[in-house]
């Protein structure tokens, strides 16, 4: 459960460079923002490096035409190899009326199932299109079917000799010969309703990022694979009234204190078989999120992770003698958190990261469980492990060390010396690392330079420039500016903050505030980096008259396990208390009317608004909530036990943590919004919390979204949803009038019930 900026707002647009506001010309409405592609960049998309790390192939787009290149590192030369819109124009009408399945399937936690599959030696690559995997040579041009069944071929993997495909249909493994075209069932589920081999759960994939569950041995001979008993989990009923008759979907998804699924792993020859499962001593609920084979093949290595995710262990299953043993233990009072798997350097050693000291770092282990080799250390935390760079004995990395609110690209020797930042400017940068380390594609960003896209050496040597991140269309345009700050709490905690100003923002003048929350564990706002759509729509707002702020809290990430683990066991507490003393700041501040401020949030964000709206009633002119979650006993259980344990352990925590019995306290005006198919933050918890409201006779303002989920991808949704909330907030904010002419609504507006 993640920013709800990565859904309802989610894509990387691009603004000129120059910072300010342009003199003259008009900001951008919401239709361009959202609907029209005159504001989209022209940025490279499905990245992927030939196998020998000399040649990138990735898409690029113009208007309705994508396109397949290649970056050449040797001559240092781009070049389009093939128009992928004609082909898969041709590839569609050969499966007429076949629907894309894996987006609207309600027990799929994201489109990683669909994910492109890289051929390891040429440039071939599969994926999914109609329900069927299809093939494309990137040399030839040429694109072919592979399979042709109702069941759609999910998370498609290449052999490691490229043979063969392996995948998962109808919850059994499955491999394919590329040669003969032939596919083979691997696994026999038996028709069981519930079991499901190499596919994770719902909640397994969203709250442990628990994606592919098989992996191929290093020779191909076998499958290992995770395999998820859901039979006892709660069937939550999904129901899209647009279909005529309306339509039933049943989602399996575990409560707080419910059952969970169920998990062993298991070996399978490639040619199907037995399976061998790992015989373990009972241990009660527990997931195992990563897992995998070492290098020469002869053990799986997999996490471990217990129920209350207090503990997490790292094992080897040692297959010729069937012994188990740990390597890794990590420990927290509040909870571990389950990272990347280990990073092998070689068939005996291997790179972990650990936030065991509350700060996450790198450290060199090896299977003989000798005392690691500390690589990195201090107050800050390793965001991303990239991988090697072989040639120099060096691993490459992301991390916080120059600033929380940036992200650069580091390398450090295996020995533990020589950290070296590769990156220069303040931003945001990121790294695709080639095999073997040579060379690495950066995407960089921060508040006032847009997305480019840029080849580098391993050393961090600039070697072509792929995407300046540049926008005609945008030039010239009128602009507010935003700019990254702090302040410091009471007890003396320093808080990041953002703040949008209009584009002809006066000091002497008194502006009303849209306070944007998210607020939630293992999310970040207050980035320096170009927030695209969510950037724009902020800026639309403060044309409109209206400051945006928002501040990261205590339990947002980026700053160490103590920052964050102030949520253990209540939600809405510390995150609303640093809120308010963010109010207080921003009353502090010359041009604000500190009695002119709304909340507006999704997501976490939205039980964030409800809860800021019910905790200090007096405190908001109003708040826009989408997607809340209102009562923590509906939320998945990987989530919520993680931060608030068992509600029968804890059941006042879930009480103090609840917007419900808190519905009598609204006395400002509140719009709500919720797709009806949601199948993350159900529709039902703003249904039980409408009934509140109607109990406690509270007014309040609804809109809901048939066949939306979490996110609101369709255009006219999203344009809707953000119109909306425009022109509310602005009636809200600045009352009768103009936009701007900074007139105060009435105190007491004439739509909310009297006191």
């Known amino acids: 459960m993640r920013s709800l900026a990565t859904l309802i707002l989610a894509a990387t647009l691009a603004w000129p460079a120059a910072g300010g506001a342009a003199p003259g010309g008009t900001a951008p409405t919401l239709e361009e923002i959202f609907t029209g592609e005159s504001l989209l960049p022209r940025t490279p998309e499905e990245p992927a490096w030939s196998a020998d790390g000399q040649r990138l192939y990735y898409q690029l787009s113009s208007g309705e035409r994508t396109a397949w290149w290649r970056h050449d590192l040797a001559t240092g030369k781009a070049q389009e190899l093939l128009d992928w819109s004609r082909l898969e124009s041709e590839l569609r009408a050969q499966r007429p009326g076949r629907e894309e399945p894996v987006g ?157 699924a169920r998990v062993r792993l298991g070996l399978v020859e490639a040619e199907g078989g037995p399976t061998r499962w790992l015989e373990a001593a009972p241990e009660g609920d527990f997931s195992v999120p990563r897992a995998g084979f070492t290098p020469d093949g002869a053990g799986l290595w997999f996490v471990w992770l217990p129920r209350d995710q207090r503990r997490l262990e790292l094992r080897l299953w040692e297959l010729a003698s069937g012994r188990v043993r740990t390597l890794v233990r990590e420990e927290s009072p509040a909870w571990v958190e389950a990272g990347p798997g280990p990073l092998f350097v070689d068939a005996r050693r291997f790179v972990w990261s650990s936030d065991r000291d509350g700060w996450r770092h790198l450290y060199l282990h090896d299977l003989d469980g000798r005392e690691p080799l500390r690589l990195t250390r201090g107050e800050w935390q390793v965001e991303e492990l990239y991988g090697l760079d072989a040639a120099g004995g060096r691993v490459l990395f992301q991390a916080t060390e120059r600033d929380p609110r940036q992200r650069h690209v580091y390398s450090v020797g295996l020995d533990g010396r020589g950290l070296r930042r590769l990156t220069a400017e303040d931003g945001h940068h990121a790294a695709l690392l080639a095999p073997a380390g040579g060379a690495w594609l950066e995407t960089f960003s921060s508040v006032d330079v847009p997305t480019r896209t840029v080849v580098r050496a391993a050393d961090g040597r600039r070697l072509a420039v792929l995407a300046d991140g540049s926008i005609p269309a945008l030039a010239g345009r009128r602009r507010a500016s935003l700019e990254l700050g702090s ?266 019930p009297s006191e």
């Not at 030839?140 to 071929?153: V, Y």
């Not at 989990?233 to 008759?245: N, Q, S």
């Not at 964030?608 to 989408?626: H, K, S, W």
């Open 487 to 752: 302040f410091t709490t009471a007890d003396g905690t320093r808080l990041f903050t953002g703040l949008v100003k209009p584009p002809d923002f006066d000091p002497g003048r008194r502006y009303p505030v849209v306070l944007y929350v998210y607020g939630g564990p293992h999310a970040q706002n207050v980035l320096d980096e170009w927030d695209g759509r969510r950037r724009l729509f902020f800026e639309h707002l403060a044309a409109r008259g209206m400051l945006v702020f928002w501040l990261d809290n205590r339990g947002s990430w980026g700053r160490g396990r103590a920052f964050e683990s102030v949520l253990k066991g209540r939600l809405g507490g510390a995150e609303v208390r640093d809120q308010l003393e963010g109010l207080s700041y921003l009353r502090s501040l010359p041009y604000v009317d500190g009695e002119r401020v709304a909340a507006y949030g999704g997501s976490y964000g939205g039980f964030m608004t409800l809860m800021l709206l019910l905790e200090a009633p007096d405190q908001l002119a109003g708040g826009v909530a989408y997607a809340p979650v209102t009562d923590w006993r509906l939320y998945d259980a990987p989530y919520t036990e993680r931060y608030l344990g068992l509600p029968a352990d804890n059941p006042e925590g879930y009480a103090a943590s609840s917007p419900l019995p808190r519905a009598a306290s609204l006395r400002r005006p509140l719009l709500l919004f919720h797709g009806t198919l949601d199948n993350n933050v159900h529709v039902q918890n703003t249904l039980r919390f409408v009934d509140a409201l109607q109990a406690a006779g509270r007014d309040y303002d609804l809109v809901l979204y048939p066949r939306v989920r979490h996110g609101l991808r369709v255009s006219h949704r999203r344009l809707d949803f953000h119109r909306r909330t425009a022109d509310w907030l602005e009636r809200l904010l600045l009352g009768p009038g103009p936009a701007g002419n900074g007139e105060r609504p009435p105190a007491s507006p004439a739509r909310m």
């Open 104 to 260: 609207g399937d309600v027990n799929a936690a994201s489109g990683a199932r669909a994910a492109l599959a890289w051929h390891p030696r040429e440039a071939l690559l599969a994926g999914l299109l109609a329900g069927d995997l299809y093939l494309l040579d990137l040399v030839s041009g040429r694109a072919r079917f592979l399979t042709q069944d109702p069941a759609p071929e999910l998370f498609a993997t290449f052999s490691p000799d490229g043979a063969r495909l392996a995948f998962v249909r109808d919850g059994d493994l499955h491999v394919l010969d590329l040669a003969s075209g032939q596919a083979r069932r691997v696994t026999d589920r038996g028709g069981v309703d519930g079991l499901q081999n190499g596919l994770p759960d719902w909640a397994s994939e969203e709250e442990l990022g628990a994606g592919r569950c098989f992996w191929w041995s290093p020779d191909g001979k076998r499958l290992a694979y995770v395999q998820y008993d859901v039979s006892g989990l709660e069937r939550h009923p999904i129901v899209d009234d647009l279909a005529r008759p309306a339509r039933l979907e049943l989602q399996r998804y575990p409560r707080p204190g419910d059952p969970v």
